[in-house]
């Protein structure tokens, strides 16, 4: 599915990635293992991560972790008094992508973002993303 987000300064073409083949819902356990992978500086990806998949990682992970950026929040979001109450400026330009992206991921579910964050990090880091989940099912 396809959706186009509209911003008073950009338009952001945000593309919900397939589920995982071969794979029921990502489990908490496994989501948590894989965001490891990803921020293991020792472990070298299949193929460098652009700008945009940087900023659809870091969304989909906020949006599996915490919840949604904004209101109304559900039962399961955390530390709803800690996000940010608007966009960040111009200036702020890693702050404003961060923003963004996390932003971005609001209109999915948790199992949707954990399972997204999955299948873009097994295409990014490829093997020790791919031993993870072998290894849990």
Request: some cysteine; proline content about 6%; overall charge neutral.
């Amino acid at each position: 599915a396809i959706f186009i987000i509209l911003n008073l300064t950009k338009l952001y073409l945000l593309v919900l990635l397939p589920s995982i083949p071969n794979m029921t819902d990502v489990s908490e356990e496994l989501f948590l293992k894989v965001a490891d992978i990803v921020g293991n500086k020792d472990i070298k990806p299949q193929k460098a991560a652009s700008s945009a998949e940087k900023v659809r990682l870091y969304g989909m992970f906020k949006r599996g972790t915490v919840g949604k950026l904004s209101p109304p929040y559900g039962d399961d979001d955390t530390e709803t008094d800690k996000r940010p109450k608007s966009r960040p400026g111009m200036l702020s330009f890693e702050a404003r992508q961060k923003y963004d992206g996390w932003a971005a991921c609001d209109s999915m579910s948790k199992q949707e973002a954990r399972d997204g964050y999955v299948k873009l990090a097994q295409d990014l880091v490829g093997k020790p993303v791919t031993d993870a989940i072998e290894a849990a099912n």
